[in-house]
């Protein structure tokens, strides 16, 4: 299937390679049959003029009137030959030029007639093979935009492309759906569909780098991941969004992740008290032996360091599942993030919201102690982590935690939030999932996008205090 596709661009071009060397022959031959014809008519136009001027010289009694009465006539006369004998070159090619406008017009179906034997008729049947190479080569074209969007259209990501102007080019049949509106996508300004979306996706739309966010359909919250990407085609600026919903593979990847850590709670379980097992049996034959003395204490030491080991391990997945109903109070911005400068050094970008948030302070010092953290590890040796309080719609706010690190590359941002998925290497993977677990108790949102000029921002949405 694949072959003869691959080959048929090689023919084509030694086609038009062969076509263009007839092309330059032709011309070639052409313009020497051309000029030929030009100098038989002059030379004949000379002799005419010779002739009719020296009759009338030698027997016309006004010498001067007649030679130049024999001058035009005979000028005219070799007018009239040389029109004759083009005439039909002319017509030629006049018919070559309107089937090369043709070619510009980008329709190749004119063809001209080549029952001529000349240089002309070998012209013009090369004329009828190019525009029969150029409509074979569109057909195939066409063709594979009719396979590529038909593999778009199936495509379950929203695809749009805009142009420099931000008008919308090409939309699938998933973007219709995710922006729904009473007219066709195409042919409209992106801006203009992008106001009518959720808040927290027109923000990202309305950014310039990848982002994963949440928003809310029909009562459910639904994850998607945005890619952007710029590109230039035949000169101008175009943009390509691919909106992916996310929901139903982080709900599988959760259900694999739990999986995952219900076996490796088996196994840790299994290998802490396969020795206290084997340490009870050890003092049980001991105590029946009465033969204990000076060993039992090293063998309850060995046993309670192996369930205080057992102790901690389980506590940092219960701590992860025992999350408390939020106490929401009101919070004053300006001592809140001074206390946590005092635990993670950062800027606040000023000025801060004059209205209070609403919130469980406890637990969102635990979310952005998480984020800090993490922005700092991200950073390296010079951090330059920021935090941004912003007020929102409907009296809530927005926290974002900026950093200048590397970033996350698409697969990282879009695992991000799932529980025990971490690139680090002591990394739990439960600090992104708990700071998602609060903020949803707390009936908010959070988003990670990558930071336009390097970095990450991390975004808390919070509902404002109820009216």
């Known amino acids: 299937m694949y072959s003869n596709a691959d080959q048929k661009p090689d023919s084509n071009r030694v086609a038009a390679e062969s076509s263009a060397g007839r092309l330059r022959r032709t011309s070639s031959r052409m313009s020497s049959s051309l000029l030929w014809k030009i100098r038989a008519v002059f030379v004949l136009v000379v002799l005419l003029v010779s002739v009719l001027a020296g009759l009338a010289v030698r027997f016309s009694p006004f010498p001067l009137l007649a030679f130049g009465a024999s001058l035009v006539a005979g000028l005219g006369i070799g007018w009239l030959i040389l029109d004759r004998s083009l005439r039909s070159s002319r017509r030629a090619l006049f018919a070559l030029r309107d089937g090369i406008q043709s070619f510009k017009d980008r329709d190749y179906t004119v063809r001209l007639a080549s029952n001529r034997s000349d240089e002309l008729g070998e012209l013009l049947s090369l004329y009828n093979d190019l525009g029969h190479l150029l409509r074979e080569e569109r057909s195939v074209i066409l063709q594979k935009e009719l396979l590529l969007d038909s593999v ?236 941004r309080v912003l007020a929102a719609p409907h009296a809530g706010c927005r926290i974002q935690v900026m950093d200048r690190g590397a970033g996350m590359d698409e697969t990282v941002l879009k695992q991000a939030l799932v529980p025990f998925y971490s690139t680090k290497p002591a990394g739990g993977g439960l600090g992104l999932p708990l700071c998602r677990e609060i903020i949803e108790a707390h009936n908010g949102t959070i988003r990670l996008q990558n930071r336009a000029g390097g970095g990450t921002i991390v975004t808390c949405f919070l509902p404002g205090r109820p009216a």
């Open 152 to 387: 778009l259209q199936s495509n379950p990501t929203a695809v749009v492309l805009t142009n420099e102007r931000g008008r919308i080019l090409y939309t699938n049949r998933a973007a219709d759906q995710l922006f729904p509106t009473r007219r066709l996508l195409a042919g409209r300004y992106f801006q203009e569909i992008v106001e009518g979306c959720p808040d927290e996706m027109r923000e990202v739309l309305e950014g310039d780098s990848d982002a994963l966010f949440h928003t809310e359909q029909e009562g459910e919250q639904e994850t998607y991941h945005l890619s952007r990407r710029t590109f230039h085609l035949n000169g101008q600026s175009h943009t390509l969004y691919l909106v992916q919903r996310l929901t139903r593979e982080l709900n599988r990847q959760e259900v694999e992740v739990w999986k995952k850590a219900i076996r490796l709670m088996s196994h840790e379980v299994n290998n802490s008290m396969a020795p206290v097992s084997s340490l009870v049996h050890s003092a049980r034959i001991l105590h029946e032996k009465g033969t204990e003395t000076g060993r039992m204490p090293g063998i309850f030491d060995a046993i309670g360091e192996r369930v205080e080991h057992l102790k901690a391990f389980l506590e940092a997945y219960a701590g992860f599942a025992r999350l408390p109903k939020p106490d929401k109070r009101a919070v004053s911005w300006r001592p809140f993030l001074q206390h946590l400068q005092e635990l993670c050094g950062f800027e606040i970008e000023e000025p801060l919201p004059v209205v209070e948030g609403w919130f469980d302070r406890g637990q969102m010092e635990q979310v952005l102690i998480n984020l800090l953290k993490n922005a700092h590890e991200a950073s390296g040796e010079h951090p330059e982590v920021t935090v």
